[in-house]
């Protein structure tokens, strides 16, 4: 074998590149090669042949050592900061810096934690994020990438547009971005595994679950059904987890519905955990509510003969309230509409009408506002703003021939008695949907002053207007039938109430019928706290529900006295149960303080009442509002955007509930390299 002659090419000039850290230029003959220091292969060295195969090979070589593409950019970055020096610059001239290859220091090894400090400069906030010791993990890098996709909502097919590729491969040339379909199956590996952590979260509870049903639509009319648990935690705090989003079948039938909740009750064995279940508005819900109960009672009674279970989304309420209202009053906020849309056609028209308004003694700095038919939040404020410029309005019909949408004076009285309305339902709104904690005690006594205002409504001379305000009732009324008693009751287990609240209200609602009615909602609270503390057939025999963990006799069946272990546990609680419970009753109220929280009383307050404190966590988790704020005011419905309606079944489940249960982590500026979540591992077979 012939031995080669090699000799260090000279160097004649400075060579920039950054892959000549890890190359030794040398000659043989009229020839010259690049030798890896890692590996010592030989490649073409010339100035003829560029860097790029050099590239290549350094990233496949790199691929079997200890160093990662983020080191040859940090040396890189370090370079160019030196050569570029002040300092070194006017005493050392130019010089080359040499790198020692092999060697890492132990401080670069050790990961350096991510933060953010705010008086940093840019470039020390590029050193402090120098993670060039940090290895690469492609299975990592893949599933951030799907979860990324789930948090935040973006499409699979991110993978495929040419921005994004070219963003990761200037980033991290070594990670491999995979197809469309091979980011689905991450999102579905994703979403499987932290299924698993929402089941295992609900059945670790010692409580019981509150579920909400929302009906939803596609642009192409395809519904689907939206589950979603809700439950107090062992730490008292509200949770809600999303648990199905299901696609129905175009030619679904009422029995469909029921079945597709009953389904998924089953598949996450929580019919046994139920408390109650409350429903969005759909035209099948009197039959759905009918067989569900029916399917639920046939393994065990529920609570309070059934009577708590039903709720109904009391935004809904409101919405289907205002709805009535804008039909009776459709001719009248259309006049409105025109006579405002007449002022502001142009700018002389609004010019003269603001001097009419000056002219009549009008100093209002508000502005004339159009409405947006589609938000009933919008045509109050059309209103309210029209009213304040009646008379300017009033006016403008003496003097514009061409104004013809004028208003009567009756017709004015009429849409000021309507924007009364609406501002009550609208104060109403912004209550239910601006409290960041919404347990079900906060609800009763609003809905109790909607019960007093719509008795005062009712009983006005004016007979149109008499007329709009029983329509509203008849609503209400329906709605009050189901849910008073179970939002009485949790208003009662606000320590700052108590029965007091219900007595001072139902004495307005009532008149002298209060007293009945009083009893009534007592008599509830003790048949409810009676089932809680006895451990009756109400309940399920697991360990993990109230009144379920009787004593078991060593000897088995054998025990004669088993039959008086259960007695003497029934008995022992219910003497302890009154105790308990008037206790409560009889205490003083809680002082009213602005930042008061329920949640946190109770839990310092279960050692003192634990029996009722078991039913408060029940009872205050109720969602008595399904709807958010973006549709609170809105006069449509929940309406799926085009591309999770484009998904299959299973993705769009996957996708929806996944990012639902992902987006409760915390945000990415605050986290570092030891708590950042670790991605969940592909398990292979």
């Known amino acids: 074998m012939e031995v080669l002659n090699e000799i260090p090419a000279k160097k004649t000039k400075r060579l920039t590149s950054v892959v000549w850290n890890h190359f030794e230029r040398v000659r043989k003959a009229d020839a010259q090669y690049a030798v890896c220091v890692h590996c010592k292969k030989k490649l073409s060295g010339s100035s003829n042949s560029g860097t790029t195969h050099l590239r290549n090979h350094l990233l496949r070589c790199l691929k079997r ?170 730490d008292w705090k509200l949770q809600k987890k999303m648990l199905n989003f299901i696609s129905l079948d175009p030619s679904h039938t009422d029995d469909i519905l029921s079945e597709a909740i009953i389904k998924s009750l089953t598949d996450w064995a929580i019919d046994r955990k139920l408390f109650s279940m409350t429903f969005d508005d759909c035209s099948a819900y009197e039959i759905m509510v009918f067989k569900i109960k029916d399917w639920l009672s046939q393994n065990r009674p529920l609570l309070k003969n059934g009577e708590l279970f039903d709720v109904r989304c009391v935004t809904h309420l409101l919405k289907s309230i205002v709805q009535e209202v804008m039909e009776a009053c459709r001719d009248v906020t259309h006049k409105v509409r025109e006579s405002v849309r007449h002022v502001k056609s142009t700018q002389a028209l609004l010019g003269k009408f603001n001097e009419f308004a000056q002219q009549v003694g009008i100093s209002s700095g508000r502005r004339l506002v159009l409405d947006y038919p589609m938000q009933w939040n919008s045509t109050y404020l059309m209103l309210e703003s029209a009213i304040e410029y009646k008379a300017a309005f009033c006016l403008m019909q003496e003097h514009d021939p061409s104004y013809s949408k004028a208003l009567s004076e009756t017709e004015w009285e009429w849409a000021s008695s309507v924007a009364g309305y609406m501002k009550f339902l609208l104060e109403f709104t912004n209550i239910v949907i601006g409290n960041k904690n919404p347990t079900a005690n906060i609800f009763f006594p609003e809905i109790c002053d909607m019960h007093i205002q719509l008795n005062e409504w009712c009983k006005s001379p004016d007979d149109f207007l008499s007329s709009v305000a029983l329509k509203m009732k008849i609503k209400f009324d329906m709605y009050w039938s189901k849910c008073s008693l179970v939002l009485a009751i949790a208003a009662i287990l606000d320590p700052r109430f108590k029965m007091k609240l219900v007595e001072y209200y139902f004495r307005q609602i009532y008149g002298t019928a209060a007293p009945d009615r009083i009893k009534e909602v007592s008599a509830g609270l003790r048949e409810l706290f009676n089932e809680y503390s006895m451990g009756s057939s109400s309940f399920d025999q697991d360990s993990n529900l109230p009144g379920s963990s009787l004593p078991s006799s060593s000897n088995g069946s054998r025990d004669k006295l088993k039959g008086f272990d259960k007695f003497l546990y029934e008995t022992s609680q219910s003497q302890s149960v009154s105790s308990d419970l008037d206790k409560y009753l009889e205490e003083p109220v809680f002082p009213r303080n602005y930042d008061f929280s329920i949640l946190n009383w109770w839990k310092v307050h279960t050692p003192r009442y634990p029996i009722l404190s078991m039913m408060a966590r029940d009872l205050l988790a109720i969602p008595v509002s399904t709807l958010g704020p973006e549709l609170a005011f809105s006069n449509s419905g929940r309406v799926l955007d085009q591309y999770h309606s484009s998904l299959s079944p299973d993705t769009r489940e996957a996708m929806i509930c996944g990012h639902d249960w992902l987006k409760m982590e915390p945000e990415a500026t605050s986290l570092t390299l030891s708590n950042y979540p670790l991605p969940l591992s592909v398990e292979t077979s």
């Open 65 to 234: 050592s200890n160093y990662d593409v983020s080191q040859i950019l940090s040396a890189k970055r370090k370079r160019k900061e030196t050569s570029q020096s002040p300092l070194h610059q006017s005493n050392l001239g130019p010089s080359t810096i040499n790198y020692e290859e092999g060697k890492i220091k132990d401080e670069i090894l050790s990961p350096l934690p991510l933060k953010f400090e705010q008086e940093q400069k840019k470039e020390e906030t590029i050193q402090t994020f120098n993670l060039g010791s940090v290895k690469f993990d492609q299975d990592r890098s893949r599933l951030d990438l799907a979860r990324m996709i789930i948090l935040h909502g973006y499409p699979l097919a991110i993978v495929d547009h040419v921005g994004f590729k070219i963003f990761v491969n200037n980033l991290q040339p070594m990670f491999e971005v995979n197809n469309n379909g091979a980011i689905e199956l991450d999102c579905m590996t994703i979403y499987g595994k932290e299924k698993q952590k929402v089941y295992e979260s609900i059945h670790h509870l010692h409580g019981r679950i509150s579920l909400a049903v929302d009906m939803w639509v596609s642009p192409e009319s395809s519904e689907y059904i939206c589950l979603t648990a809700n439950y107090i935690d062992e």
